[in-house]
């Protein structure tokens, strides 16, 4: 499969992922690390595919956060329990 294609899937299921509270991190990274570095191995190589990776993964976290706070807590500004 095309490495954007599958960048973008796995970033749409990371933002998923990411707006669930219950669900940690860790799984929304291996998930990137295990098959991002499969399909990138073969356009860059290993190494850069794991740089490549990491790169997506901080991108994806810094999203879900800037999402998280412009949804959730930009609508909930005015409200202090």
Not at 44 to 65: D, E, P, Q
């Amino acid at each position: 499969m095309n490495l954007v294609a599958v960048t973008g899937i796995v970033i749409f299921v990371g933002m998923i992922l990411f707006m669930l509270p219950p669900i940690p991190g860790l799984p929304i990274y291996l998930k990137g690390g295990i098959v991002l570095v499969s399909v990138g191995r073969d356009a860059f190589g290993l190494w850069r595919s794991i740089i490549y990776t990491c790169i997506i993964s901080l991108l994806l976290k810094l999203l879900a956060c800037a999402v998280q706070q412009k949804l959730i807590g930009e609508n909930l500004r005015g409200s202090v329990a």
